[in-house]
């Protein structure tokens, strides 16, 4: 899965004034690593904590992402600060389809980051990459990412079952979104 051709990295951030989207950085992978192993993350993402190994091959896997057309991966950051608040990535089905999937770091929930992230990228996507659609899907307990889609223009076009991770949680419902390009 993928595009075609390598995308090529964004060479200014995105911005809304208050959040901007970026690229990735050495300097980022504390707050990333941090994240990554927080209790409410680990909940609704299905990727497993950053370790040692992960860290270490963390910027070879995001260059190699926008490289082979699979993924764009960019960092939420404060538009004054730039300080990450969380991390946002399109992954491409093919040419005109791309799931967007996000994360809010901890201490920056609740402020309308994923909103700003989700709209900026959805912009890009369809300005300058030539996406036709977006795709978004969100566990159907996690209400804060169901509303999000819904506040960026997305619609609800199906759900599906999924067993649940093997600690006994059981299964989880999925539900998926779309927004198609406007």
Request: hydrophobic share 40%; net charge neutral.
């Amino acid at each position: 899965m993928g595009r075609s051709a390598p995308i090529e990295p964004l060479s200014k951030p995105l911005t809304d004034g208050v959040i901007a989207l970026r690229l990735r950085r050495h300097a980022d992978l504390d707050a990333v690593a941090a994240a990554s192993h927080d209790p409410e993350t680990v909940r609704w993402l299905d990727d497993t904590p950053m370790g040692p190994e992960a860290r270490r091959t963390s910027m070879a896997r995001v260059r190699e992402a926008w490289r082979s057309g699979r993924a764009a991966p960019l960092v939420i950051a404060d538009a004054v600060t730039d300080e990450p608040v969380g991390i946002v990535n399109l992954q491409f089905r093919d040419d005109e389809v791309a799931t967007v999937a996000y994360s809010v770091f901890p201490a920056d929930r609740g402020r309308g980051v994923a909103p700003r992230a989700v709209r900026l990228l959805s912009d890009w996507a369809f300005r300058d990459l030539g996406l036709r659609k977006l795709l978004l899907e969100a566990n159907e307990a996690n209400v804060a990412s169901l509303r999000g889609a819904e506040k960026c223009g997305f619609q609800q076009i199906g759900s599906r079952v999924e067993p649940g991770p093997e600690d006994g949680r059981g299964p989880r419902t999925t539900v998926v979104f779309a927004r198609a390009a406007p």
